[in-house]
């Protein structure tokens, strides 16, 4: 269930009790995701300090964030390997649905560890 509050989305569960996640973290976390190749090219063409900062915290949010395999995958696809939503979804053999809620349920797990 969840309730808008200014800024806040508060998430309860019986299993972690009441998440407080910040829509700005899952704003910043989807711009990373889609900005990742630029982000990438900051980093190896340009020598961008803080593009290897902003590929770091991602990449140790998404480790810590605890994502199942589907949820993994449907990101490595759809953001990694530039695949839309539809052609992941055949990929892994779901539904176009069922990759946009895998997303949605990463990017809000991933959110929690920034």
């Known amino acids: 269930m969840c ?3 200014s ?17 700005r973290n ?4 989807i711009s990373l995701l889609n900005n990742i190749h630029r982000i990438a090219e900051r980093q190896y063409l340009k020598g961008d300090y803080s593009a290897t900062v902003e590929l770091i915290d991602l990449e140790r949010a998404i480790n810590k964030a605890e994502l199942t395999e589907k949820q993994r995958t449907a990101l490595l696809l759809v953001y990694v390997e530039d695949m839309d939503q539809a052609e992941a979804a055949r990929k892994m053999g779901v539904s176009q649905q069922a990759v946009s809620t895998y997303i949605s349920n990463a990017v809000r797990k991933v959110a929690r560890e920034l």
């Open 3 to 5: 309730f808008y509050e």
């Open 7 to 23: 800024q806040m989305c508060f998430y309860e569960s019986p299993a972690r009790g009441r998440d407080y996640i910040s829509n």
């Open 26 to 29: 899952k704003r910043k976390v």
